[in-house]
């Protein structure tokens, strides 16, 4: 009989094997494939609002800008130090993410979109000596074909995966391929890796295995899973498993039905007029309604909330949230707009001076149902037909001439729209889907004189 040692080499040297393949600093990464004068400059990209850093070089990491850091505080060090600063560009980010993982799915047909800029790759199909090979060859091909240096971890499971995807970021000596599937490898990495730096171990779960006595991530695939299952519940123990090659968590090809959708956004400014408010929430039932429609659910129920800012100090302060019923699930824009507004009207209250300022508003739903199978009311019944149609040809519309090209007018003119409207001052263009965003080359005079000569 062989012996555990024995059994965990076979399960790490065979069978299964998945990569995981992110794009780094991947929001950075897509300005600089646009704008080659950001090369080993120090770049970072904001959230919402231009709110906080969200993605950072490593030249912007080496400056000490953190994760998070407001951009308030940072604004004139970034300007000492020559930071390019970028708001969020999600439209070019989608994109670039789009082409990338088709240039995966051209590798092998088993990919799983894990996030934005991270995807999971069954490579269960090559034997392990070419594995490698095909990682650089995809690594490769998505820098020639889309600019995105990208980096490929290679385990027998999920978490080994990622585990070697943080190695192959961290040590430049792998040229940004690790495969943990390779025994030496694995036993190598695993002991010279901090637990902390494991997918699944956060803040609230590093204490308590550090008080176990945890140190390195081959001192938690060791360790008995008992105490760490009571410690951290079946995440933990299933973590454990993971680590011996036992695979707990399995490629999801088809993503999951949605079982919720909200459509949230922080102001630009402070609203205080009832039809800015209006506005706003009329916009975001207008998304709520397209998200519903791509995916061919419906909802019965919404929840309005809009609140005041804990920031603005000394200001009176106001949270409201309500829930408002539909006769039956929909996803008609012009259902779910009224549904929207009676909810702000029954909940808008008039403030002397000074006024409640508004930072945020939102649309939330949940328990979505497939609309087509969906039980239809007795009393209040929607025309589902004619808003199908209607609907539809309003998508299409935006789907070919720009998001917000056809709007209903509740949602308010473009014009009117910018004093609540999200934040991006610094936006970049959006290459690859706006065509009046495409830059343009104007030929000189000599330029132009050459070209008519030949």
Avoid at 97 to 122: C, G, H, K, M, Q
Avoid at 356 to 371: F, H, M, N, Q
Wanted: hydrophobic share 40%.
């Amino acid at each position: 009989m062989s012996s555990p040692e024995a059994r965990l080499r076979d399960r790490i040297g065979g069978g299964r094997a998945l990569a995981l393949i992110d794009g780094n600093s991947f929001y950075c990464s897509c300005e600089r494939v646009f704008d080659p004068k950001l090369a080993r400059v120090p770049v970072i990209v904001l959230s919402n609002n231009d709110g906080c850093a969200i993605a950072r070089t490593p030249e912007a990491k080496a400056l000490g800008i953190k994760m998070g850091a407001p951009y308030f505080k940072i604004r004139g060090f970034c300007e000492a130090q020559g930071v390019r600063v970028f708001s969020s560009n999600y439209t070019l980010y989608g994109d670039m993410s789009a082409r990338i993982n088709a240039i995966y799915r051209n590798a092998t047909p088993d990919v799983e979109v894990y996030s934005i800029d991270e995807s999971f790759l069954d490579l269960t199909a090559f034997v392990r000596q070419d594995r490698v090979a095909l990682a650089r060859d995809i690594r490769a091909t998505v820098r020639a074909w889309t600019g995105i240096p990208t980096c490929v971890g290679i385990g027998p499971t999920k978490t080994l995966a990622k585990l070697a995807n943080h190695i192959a970021k961290t040590v430049p000596e792998l040229d940004g391929v690790c495969d943990l599937t390779e025994p030496a490898a694995y036993e190598h990495w695993l002991c010279r890796i901090h637990v902390g730096e494991l997918w699944g171990v956060g803040r609230a779960s590093l204490p308590k295995l550090e008080a176990m006595g945890i140190d390195t991530v081959a001192d938690l695939r060791d360790i008995d899973p008992r105490p760490v299952r009571k410690a951290l519940t079946v995440v933990g123990e299933r973590m454990i498993h993971e680590l011996r090659g036992v695979s707990c968590l399995g490629l999801e090809l088809v993503p999951a039905r949605r079982k919720g959708c909200a459509v949230t956004r922080s102001f630009s400014g402070r609203v205080t007029e009832r039809a800015e408010l209006e506005q706003a929430v009329a916009a975001h039932a207008t998304r709520l309604g397209e998200k519903l429609r791509r995916e061919g659910l419906g909802t019965d129920h919404i929840t309005v909330f809009y609140h005041t800012s804990e920031h603005d100090r000394g200001e009176p302060m106001r949270s409201v949230s309500t829930v408002v019923r539909l006769p039956e699930a929909t996803n008609d824009t012009l259902a779910l707009i009224p549904a929207a507004l009676h909810s702000v009207a029954r909940t808008w209250r008039e403030q002397g001076s000074p006024p409640w300022r508004y930072s945020k508003a939102g649309v939330v739903t949940v328990d979505l149902v497939p609309l087509a199978a969906s039980q239809r009311a007795l009393i209040g019944r929607l025309d589902r037909e004619r808003a199908g149609r209607l609907m539809g040809a309003m998508d299409t519309c935006n789907a070919r001439f720009g998001r917000g090209s056809v709007v209903p007018a509740r949602a308010g003119l473009e014009r009117q729209r910018r004093a609540w409207t999200t934040k991006f001052e610094m936006r970049t263009p959006r290459y690859t889907t706006q065509v009046d965003e495409l830059p343009v080359a104007v030929a000189s005079d000599s330029t132009s004189r050459s070209f008519t000569k030949c």
